[in-house]
């Protein structure tokens, strides 16, 4: 399956009761080794041991 085609397929697969809930939502990605300050700026400090 070619890359457009699963993107078409992935998008069509989502339930149209589920399409209200994402329109207007934040969104991002997510990467495990970056972490944000309740300000919203990449964090500068050492991840915490217990992670």
Same mark, same amino acid.
């Given at each position: 399956?070619?890359?457009?085609?699963?993107?078409?397929?992935?998008?069509? /697969?989502?339930?149209?009761?589920?399409? /209200?809930v994402l329109?207007?939502?934040?969104?991002?990605?997510?990467?495990?080794?970056?972490?944000?300050?309740?300000?919203? /700026?990449?964090?500068?400090?050492?991840?915490?041991?217990?992670?």
């Amino acid at each position: 399956m070619s890359n457009k085609l699963a993107y078409k397929w992935r998008k069509a /697969s989502i339930d149209a009761s589920l399409r /209200s809930v994402l329109v207007g939502g934040l969104k991002g990605i997510e990467k495990e080794s970056l972490r944000i300050t309740r300000a919203g /700026s990449l964090s500068q400090l050492p991840h915490p041991r217990q992670l």
